[in-house]
């Protein structure tokens, strides 16, 4: 029997934010190439998030080319008449996957709806190297969280991501001191830590769910009983 667990490759999640220093998401970007064992991958660019929205493919591909990356596929998955056996030799074939930002249910709920999820699953526990940024980060993570009523934090539950990372967090929420990072740890068992990783920041996680920090300090949180308490920062290593 072949046993594929210590093969998988970390996953990097990435924040974004308006105030994000261009030179930092570079450094970021060919951190993430370099350790994934190319500095000029080929990539395949997943937006189920935004839609599969033409201009957010084409702002990210520029930025991915200035860091190092080689060539940029748009994976075209959320349109009923998407190619989904073109998109998975796309997915296949590229050297890493980046999970795009824009909205973290819709995301899920296309790739989902697709049978992608398996797809993916398969790619990542045979070694395919992935990353996200913003809300494709938290994709990329164990679970994230919805409002019936978004005025109302009663009506909020869970709901699974594709679990690669397995962690739980949140990205640049640090304005509104990570809302909704706390409002998913409080429906999440006892005792288990949540990352925020603000702007401009990122985090490396091993399967096993091992975490370092990259760029900036990660804002960390726990649950303990009913109580959302602040821990202590998780700092980088230089």
């Known amino acids: 029997m072949v046993v594929y667990e210590m093969i998988k490759k970390p996953i990097f999640l990435l924040a974004g934010g308006r105030q994000n220093d261009p030179d930092v998401l570079n450094h970021l970007l060919q951190n993430v190439f370099r ?27 520029v930025r991915f080319k200035k860091a190092g990356g080689d060539k940029v596929t748009h994976v075209l998955i959320h349109s009923d008449k998407a190619d989904l056996g073109r998109a998975r030799e796309i997915l296949r ?38 990353f996200g940024l913003s809300a494709g980060s938290i994709m990329l993570s164990k679970k994230w969280v919805r409002w019936s009523d978004p005025n109302d934090d009663s009506t909020a539950n869970l709901f699974s991501c594709l679990g690669f990372a397995p962690i739980i967090c949140d990205t640049h929420g640090e304005q509104d001191n990570w809302e909704e990072l706390q409002v998913l740890l409080k429906l999440a068992e006892d005792e288990i830590m949540g990352y925020g990783i603000v702007s401009g920041a990122a985090i490396k996680v ?30 980088p290593n230089n």
């Open 206 to 235: 091993y399967h096993d769910g091992t975490v370092e920090a990259l760029s900036q300090p990660i804002h960390r949180y726990i649950r303990n009983e009913n109580e959302i308490v602040r821990s202590s920062d998780l700092l």
């Open 93 to 130: 074939l590229a050297d890493i996957i980046f999970i795009s930002g824009g909205d973290v249910e819709e995301g899920m709920r296309v790739l989902e709806e697709k049978n992608m999820v398996v797809f993916l699953r398969h790619l990542y526990e045979t070694g395919k190297a992935f």
């Open 35 to 61: 350790e994934n064992g190319s500095p000029s991958p080929s990539i395949a660019y997943i937006g189920t998030a935004n839609r599969d929205d033409d201009s957010f493919f084409q702002r990210i591909s």
